[in-house]
């Protein structure tokens, strides 16, 4: 692999291959430790915690290889949020583990163009919120919200394709609306700030049945709590 980011991934196998990053599903590198593979694995049968442990222990056994803080780091962060460990947890070995917005943050700090920088710019506000960061998740909203554009734009102008932005600029309504509803639990925000929200999400997921019936389902639940 020569080049891995959100724009194109290339690689050399007796000739250059060049393919659209959006068109990627998965990356397999000979240099893999087996506990990263068994790490995705896990994360596929539910076994969040179990796959954060093995994402540690593959990237102390890769940790000179920078494709591994990407991934590894991301992996774990993900495998946390799968579990609903927002504010870190410590693993039945012992290990500790610390929030998923650090493993996150680590992620694009090893490639600040990831091919998973929608997904993680998406999922910071929700982690930032939930560990009561409230002006860390806005601030951290209006910097997805700009990259994100960044990111649909350079796409668009590299291979003229705009599906990939539209729907990562779907998917952060989604997430302004989470967090307007999280810091309206919490007394920091009006609960019609969040109704707000969720029904401008609710019309900017119409292309997307499933992004919708989340915007729906957190509408109906605000308007519960708004009696």
Not at 81 to 101: C, E
Not at 200 to 212: G, H, V
Request: overall charge positive; charged content about 30%.
């Amino acid at each position: 692999i020569t080049q891995d980011n959100y724009i194109e991934v290339k690689g050399k196998r007796g000739v250059e291959i060049k393919v659209p990053a959006y068109l990627v599903k998965d990356i397999s590198r000979a240099s893999s430790d087996s506990n990263y593979t068994a790490a995705w694995e896990s994360i596929g049968q539910g076994k969040y915690r179990y796959a954060a442990l093995l994402f540690l222990k593959a990237l102390d056994a890769m940790s000179q290889q920078k494709w591994a803080q990407e991934y590894c780091n991301y992996g774990i962060g993900h495998a946390l949020y799968a579990n609903g460990d927002f504010k870190g947890a410590t693993g039945k070995s012992g290990t500790k583990y610390s929030p998923p917005s650090v493993y996150y943050k680590k992620a694009l700090e090893a490639n600040e163009k990831s091919r998973f920088l929608p997904d993680i710019l998406i999922k910071l506000p929700v982690c930032l919120v939930e560990e009561e960061k409230y002006d860390e998740a806005n601030a951290a909203l209006q910097n997805a919200a700009k990259r994100i554009k960044d990111y649909g734009d350079e796409i668009f102008k590299t291979f003229n394709y705009r599906e990939a932005g539209k729907r990562a600029s779907a998917m952060l309504s989604l997430t302004d609306a989470c967090v307007a509803e999280k810091c309206a639990e919490k007394g920091k925000a009006q609960w019609q700030d969040a109704k707000d929200k969720w029904l401008t999400a609710r019309t900017r997921c119409f292309d997307y049945p499933t992004l919708q019936g989340e915007a729906v389902d957190g509408l109906l639940k605000t308007l519960l709590v708004m009696n």
